[in-house]
């Protein structure tokens, strides 16, 4: 009986989806028929040993940096040249001794060549300090970041690629609000020279990091033309981000559109709660806009509107199951009847707000129901919050009563308890209809 056990418990979890049995009667049989499942040891992901090398290379690094700090000022120039150089001779030389050896660890290894690379950066700190050099300080940064990327392509390494990609952002922010230049060399490099590395190596944690940054750098350069078109090249930018994931599915690497869409979902939801209290004033005066300003923001545009028609004529990139449409209808909601009207000019600034809390509050409601629906915990936690903080930001600024106010928030509550119960009962459920052989 016991070798026909998972036969036994595979047709009870149909019966039970068939509607033949009740809840409690399955229950009955599954304690009646237990099965025997076999203890499987997990699997050594090398993934912990990874973390703590290259943080330990870190922390090590910024030790012996501090330790140098400490007698800096009693040490000789030529002595100072020493030790930053053998610094980064060292660290560097031990990362391609160990790749000499078969047994060595990759990541351990990159944790080396980072090491020396962060000494490196230090170094051109240093020097200046040394021979004091008054020069132009963001191009420190700039300097490190090349060499960062020299060496993330050599290596290859994406480690390399993310410090290149922070180091880009921290040399194109101090341009921006320190010097006033608004260069858009930053989101070039983003796009030319890291994003495809990350695209070679399949790497998710260097593409996430990549995506992070372009639209902050590309920001960066629209800075400068004017702060009113800043929240509309945010929108566009998200919007194409949440198409091109739909046309990732369909290319070489399809596991790089889910990286888009946590991406630009984690960007997105922020920019339109904030959206609900400043909503999208017109964006007047675009003739006017000096050098290559105008295409700053009609570059967005651009690829928002190309990128979504392309995913929508084809086939295979179309959304398919109903709450697929309504996730990207409302992104096209969004584009279509604020976005545009503001480009063209159309003062669209009272009902986008009410717009953008429409949209907040249908992705809470979409996430509960997904939550719910597949038993999905964070997703669920993250729809109630959005919900919560969509209840406490609208409903203190629409109602002076304490009495409506409090009686929104109990059914705030009501609401809240009842997604718990729901939860709950699809998760016995579930766990009733699985066959447990």
């Given at each position: 009986m016991d070798n026909n056990n998972p036969w036994l418990r595979a047709e009870i979890a149909q019966w039970l989806r068939e509607g033949i049995i009740t809840d409690e009667q399955a229950r009955t049989l599954y304690a009646r028929y237990p099965a025997f499942v076999a203890y499987r040891p997990k699997s050594d992901i090398a993934w912990g040993k990874a973390i703590f090398a290259v943080l330990g290379a870190g922390v090590f690094g910024l030790g012996v940096i501090l330790l140098f700090a400490y007698n800096w000022e009693g040490m000789h120039r030529f002595a100072k040249m020493a030790a930053i150089g053998l610094g980064i001779v060292g660290a560097h030389g031990i990362a391609l001794l160990m790749a000499k050896s078969d047994k060595s660890n990759p990541r351990i290894t990159e944790s080396f060549h980072l090491l020396g690379t962060m000494i490196f950066g230090a170094g051109i700190w240093l020097i200046a300090q040394i021979y004091h050099f008054d020069a132009h300080y963001p191009d420190g940064f700039l300097l490190w970041c090349v060499a960062a990327l020299a060496l993330a392509w050599a290596l290859p390494s994406t480690a390399h690629a993310?410090?290149?990609?922070?180091?880009?952002?921290?040399?194109?922010?101090?341009?921006?609000?320190?010097?006033?230049?608004?260069i858009p060399l930053a989101s070039c490099a983003l796009l030319l020279l890291i994003l495809p590395l990350a695209y070679l190596q399949r790497s998710a944690s260097l593409l996430a990091v990549v995506l992070l940054a372009l639209p902050l750098s590309y920001v960066f350069t629209v800075f400068g033309i004017g702060e009113k078109y800043l929240?509309?090249?945010?929108?566009?930018?998200?919007?194409?981000?949440?198409?091109?994931?739909?046309?990732?599915?369909?290319?070489?690497?399809?596991?790089?559109?889910?990286?888009?869409?946590?991406?630009?979902?984690?960007?997105?939801?922020?920019?339109?709660?904030?959206?609900?209290?400043?909503?999208?004033?017109?964006?007047?005066?675009?003739?006017?806009?000096?050098?290559?300003?105008?295409?700053?923001?009609?570059?967005?545009?651009?690829?928002?509107?190309?990128?979504?028609?392309?995913?929508?004529?084809?086939?295979?990139?179309?959304?398919?199951?109903?709450?697929?449409?309504?996730?990207?209808?409302?992104?096209?909601?969004?584009?279509?009847?604020?976005?545009?009207?503001?480009?063209?000019?159309?003062?669209?600034n009272g009902f986008s707000r009410g717009l953008f809390n429409i949209v907040f509050m249908a992705y809470g409601l979409l996430y509960v129901y997904r939550g719910t629906q597949f038993l999905k915990g964070r997703i669920l936690s993250l729809g109630c919050v959005m919900l919560v903080l969509l209840g406490a930001a609208r409903f203190t600024d629409l109602f002076q009563s304490l009495l409506a106010r409090s009686a929104v928030f109990l059914l705030l509550g009501v609401l809240l308890f009842l997604i718990g119960l729901r939860y709950s009962k699809q998760s016995t459920r579930k766990k009733l209809e699985k066959p447990h052989a």
């Open positions: 993310a410090l290149a990609t922070i180091l880009l952002l921290l040399w194109s922010g101090l341009e921006t609000f320190e010097f006033g230049r608004h929240f509309a090249v945010g929108l566009l930018l998200l919007i194409s981000y949440f198409a091109l994931a739909n046309l990732a599915t369909v290319s070489a690497y399809p596991e790089s559109a889910y990286v888009v869409k946590i991406v630009a979902s984690s960007l997105w939801l922020p920019l339109i709660f904030i959206g609900s209290f400043i909503g999208l004033s017109p964006l007047l005066g675009m003739s006017q806009l000096a050098g290559f300003g105008l295409l700053y923001v009609l570059l967005p545009l651009f690829a928002a509107v190309v990128a979504w028609a392309i995913a929508i004529a084809r086939l295979r990139t179309r959304p398919e199951t109903l709450d697929e449409w309504l996730e990207n209808g409302l992104v096209l909601l969004v584009l279509l009847v604020v976005v545009l009207p503001a480009v063209v000019g159309l003062d669209v």
